[in-house]
């Protein structure tokens, strides 16, 4: 199945539809490091993170790990670790993982630019939680605690993350 992701802030799984919140920059079709666009695009899911501190494991059919306070992931476009996931400390520029807030608690990567990636097109795109009021994000896509427990107990592989540029 895939999740419908539309530049105006909805989603669709099936039949159910969530509010989320996108990139402060909207959805793009040309993604930049550093320029706060959700990519558009097609990508399979690829994993499940989570903080099995705070959350139990999700319900899910996709490969999943817990996060650890050391997890970081690679934002340097410079590096040959470029969108990967890597162990903090870290020598490059690398988002941490182990967050304060909740954002992180629960995290969908999907294969965007790791195919293999290609330097300056995006990093760490994922689907992650939302604020309490859906803030823009730095290019990811955020839902609802709820809502991604949702898709991820119904998820498997072969599931896809289709952002588009058009409104619902």
Same mark, same amino acid.
């Given at each position: 199945?895939?999740?419908?992701? &539309?530049?105006?802030? &909805? ?5 159910? @539809? ?5 990139? =402060?920059? !909207? ?8 320029? #706060?666009?959700? +990519?558009?695009?097609? &990508? +399979? ?5 989570? @903080?099995? *501190? #705070?959350?139990?494991? +999700? ?5 999943? $790990? ?8 690679? *934002?340097?476009? !410079?590096? @040959?670790?470029?969108? /990967?996931?890597?162990?903090? +400390? &870290? %020598? $490059?520029?690398?988002? @941490?993982?182990? #967050?304060? *807030? %909740? ?7 999907? !294969? ?9 097109? !995006? ?8 604020? =309490? ?10 839902? $609802? ?8 107990? /119904? ?10 540029? *058009?409104?619902?």
């Amino acid at each position: 199945m895939d999740l419908l992701v &539309f530049a105006n802030g &909805f989603a669709l799984w099936g039949d159910a @539809r969530f509010r989320c919140a996108l990139g =402060a920059a !909207g959805v793009q079709k040309e993604k930049c490091e550093g320029d #706060r666009a959700t +990519p558009e695009g097609v &990508f +399979p899911f690829r994993r499940v993170l989570y @903080r099995a *501190d #705070r959350l139990a494991a +999700p319900n899910t059919r996709l490969p999943m $790990a817990a996060i650890a306070p050391e997890d970081g992931w690679c *934002d340097d476009p !410079g590096h @040959r670790a470029y969108n /990967q996931p890597v162990a903090l +400390p &870290f %020598a $490059a520029s690398a988002e @941490r993982l182990w #967050r304060e *807030d %909740a954002l992180y608690d629960l995290v969908l990567i999907p !294969g965007h630019n790791d195919a293999p990636a290609t330097p300056g097109k !995006g990093s760490a795109i994922f689907v992650h939680l939302a604020d =309490a009021a859906y803030s823009p994000t730095e290019g990811c896509v955020a839902l $609802a605690l709820a809502d991604l427990q949702k898709i991820l107990s /119904q998820a498997g592989p072969g599931d896809r993350l289709c952002l588009s540029a *058009d409104a619902l």
